[in-house]
């Protein structure tokens, strides 16, 4: 092949590796809020 063949078929593969690699998602961990509450200590018995 020629150089010229060679370095479009390079371009072109480095182009679509880095159009692929900017596609990333943000993994966004939610802590999910209590069921149910703790009764609250108010002294008596």
Known sequence: ???SIKLLAT??????VAAC??????FVVVD???ISTEPVQ???F
């Open 1 to 3: 092949m020629s150089k």
């Open 11 to 16: 371009l072109g593969f480095i182009a679509l």
């Open 21 to 26: 690699a900017r596609e990333q998602e943000e």
């Open 32 to 34: 999910p809020e209590p």
């Open 42 to 44: 108010t002294g008596k």
